[in-house]
């Protein structure tokens, strides 16, 4: 078993640009696509992973970020509990005792729900499998459980991959992502409450009328409606509000201060780049999907689709999830100081709002006005609950001896403000664990609720397949 933990720790350490080639090919060859189609697939994947990175990390952490913090410094603001970030996040969840094990554990309840029909998802995204870890490691810690922190993760785990069954019909219309699901354990957690707000707005008069999507506004606005010109201004005003100058400068402290003029290019290289690379991600997965659906075809007439699952980034290039991150960027800075009682400053993470909204794009119907207002509700409840779990995120660093810079306290916005996990670790607090079974009966009334779904959904198919075939 140690082997088998140890080997599976290495593999996640390569980094999903290297994991995804890797198994996406193995998934392949399986598939009948063939060796090299399998291994092209593969590699074009990871290398769109590769530049996804390079420019999220860059542009929206780096030159984002720095903005947003000048932004802090310029009106004298500040907050006791820092946002570090996902990749940090990541890093204590895996180095925790539930994070040694999540992957091949993970894998393991993922083939046990494909055999039993209760969900649709192949999760090849195993590095995300660290968004459960994390939920793991903070129910062991409140609980003082490692037993009911695995339990947590499976919770987490089983529930992630059922939303991704179910949006993954939204995901294929609105991203044009056929044969993929989105079982992302921070994306995931939003797509209740958009369905919920979606549903909502739908009964208010007024409101229910209101469409505001990029396509619309290309039409009505002309070249200005288009997503580089919306990135280039929201970029402009949020460099002006940074305080930086027409050309770059030198502070007091001998600090390069950059032009806004500078700031509003690189947010609209945001909204170029970001969905060129996400264009990369989408060619490399078609074969692999193409070959998925027709293996499934040949040799499971019991069942209908087969998703694989991957990575939200693969979602974050669509116009409408860019512009409404590009502007829920200074409403979060701004809610965190009028939010009575949030402790959180906003900083690492703000370049992770695209990725919160993947989901909630396709189940808005793309409609900006619905998700600038869920985006608004979610993070707002995200930094109370990133409020309320920093002291566990805070103790689960220190016991994987976590370098936190100096902080005193220190949580985030992906997966600190998450709503799933939140919920998760709380009731797993009640009675010592035994809270953990309210949504362990949940998760198995919704897995047999899909099962049931998926069965039908895989009747009507072979029965459409038998009709066009009679004629």
Request: charged share 10%; aromatic share 8%; net charge negative.
């Amino acid at each position: 078993m140690d082997a088998i933990v140890a080997f599976f720790t290495g593999l996640s350490s390569l980094g999903v640009s290297v994991v995804m080639p890797i198994v996406l090919t193995i998934i392949g060859c399986l598939f009948g696509c063939g060796f090299g189609k399998s291994l092209k697939a593969g590699l074009t994947v990871g290398i769109g992973f590769i530049g996804l990175n390079l420019v999220i990390n860059q542009l929206m952490g780096t030159d984002l970020a720095g903005a947003v913090t000048a932004m802090v410094t310029r009106f004298g603001l500040s907050l006791s509990v820092i946002d570090v970030g996902w990749p940090a996040a990541s890093a204590i969840a895996m180095g925790s005792v539930v994070g040694t094990i999540i992957i091949p554990l993970g894998l393991l309840v993922n083939i046990v729900m494909l055999v039993t029909n209760t969900t649709q998802t192949a999760d090849v995204d195993i590095w995300n499998y660290w968004h459960f870890a994390f939920t793991g490691a903070l129910v062991a810690i409140i609980t003082n459980n490692v037993a009911f922190g695995i339990a947590a993760a499976i919770i987490n785990e089983v529930i992630v991959l059922i939303i991704g069954d179910v949006t993954a019909p939204l995901v294929e219309e609105s991203l044009g992502l056929p044969g993929v699901s989105i079982p992302h354990g921070f994306a995931g957690a939003y797509a209740p409450i958009a369905w919920a707000m979606d549903k909502l707005i739908d009964k208010i008069p007024g409101l229910n009328k209101i469409d505001i999507n990029v396509e619309n506004m290309q039409k009505k606005f002309g070249v200005f409606g288009d997503p580089i010109l919306l990135g280039s201004i929201i970029g402009l005003i949020i460099g002006i509000l940074a305080g930086y100058g027409f050309l770059p400068g030198v502070d007091a402290e001998g600090a390069a201060i950059p032009s806004f003029l500078g700031t509003a290019v690189y947010m609209g290289a945001v909204m170029v780049l970001i969905p060129k690379m996400a264009a990369l991600l989408m060619e490399g997965l078609l074969p692999i999907s193409d070959a998925a659906s027709t293996f499934i075809s040949e040799h499971f007439q019991n069942r209908g689709k087969i998703y694989i699952g991957l990575d939200s980034a693969v979602g974050t290039g669509h116009p409408v999830t860019l512009t409404m991150a590009l502007i829920l960027v200074p409403f979060c800075i701004a809610l965190s100081f009028v939010l009575p009682g949030n402790k959180v400053m906003p900083l690492a993470d703000l370049a992770c709002i695209p990725y919160m909204l993947v989901l909630v794009t396709p189940i808005v119907h793309q409609n900006g006005f619905r998700g600038i207002l869920c985006g608004i509700v979610v993070l707002a409840v995200g930094l109370y609950i990133a409020t309320d779990l920093s002291p566990l995120i805070t103790q689960a660093a220190a016991n994987v001896n976590f370098d936190m810079g100096g902080a005193a306290a220190i949580s985030s916005i992906c997966d600190g403000a998450n709503p799933l996990t939140w919920v998760i670790v709380r009731l797993g607090q009640l009675g010592n664990g035994i809270g953990l079974a309210v949504p362990g009966v949940a998760v198995l009334a919704l897995a047999l609720w899909n099962r049931k779904r998926i069965i039908a959904e895989a009747a009507e198919i072979h029965e459409e397949a038998a009709e066009a075939n009679a004629k």
